[in-house]
């Protein structure tokens, strides 16, 4: 049998606190805090190792270079459908002028024949 201190779970077997008492553990709860301390040393391990904050660093920097790089790529490809539209909508401009220009011309020249007075 495994035995380990009630500081942890003193509530689960009704100890009050502060009290060290010993209950028994099944495997299950022994390799839970097995790995549970494995994780600890690990994490502490792992937050003081130059070689690991290096690599973190490293991740870091070039996580941040491929987001810049994609943001001036959709800034760029926003600028040139932007250019695109303003263009488009500059040619539609000219095409309707041009139009009203023509009608008008017509009008103009319509009512120029009927309005000249003849003197005859």
């Known amino acids: 049998m495994k035995y380990t201190s009630a500081s942890r779970n003193s509530q689960d077997c009704g100890a009050s606190e ?8 099944s495997q ?3 390799a839970k805090e097995k790995r549970h301390a494995l994780y600890q ?3 502490e391990r792992r937050a ?3 070689r690991y904050l290096a690599m973190k660093e490293a991740a870091k920097v070039q996580r941040r270079a491929l987001y810049q790089k ?3 790529n959709r800034k760029a490809v926003a600028a ?8 488009e909508h500059a040619e539609a ?3 309707r002028r041009k ?3 023509g009608e008008l011309m017509k009008l103009v020249t319509w009512m120029s024949k009927t309005s000249i007075p003849q003197n005859d």
Do not use: H, I, W
């Open 18 to 25: 502060g009290a060290s008492q010993r209950r028994v553990l």
């Open 28 to 30: 299950r709860e022994l």
């Open 41 to 43: 040393s690990a994490k």
């Open 48 to 50: 003081t190792d130059p």
């Open 70 to 72: 994609v943001k001036e």
């Open 80 to 87: 040139d459908e932007k250019a695109k539209r303003k263009l």
């Open 93 to 95: 401009y000219t095409r």
């Open 99 to 101: 139009e009203a220009d």
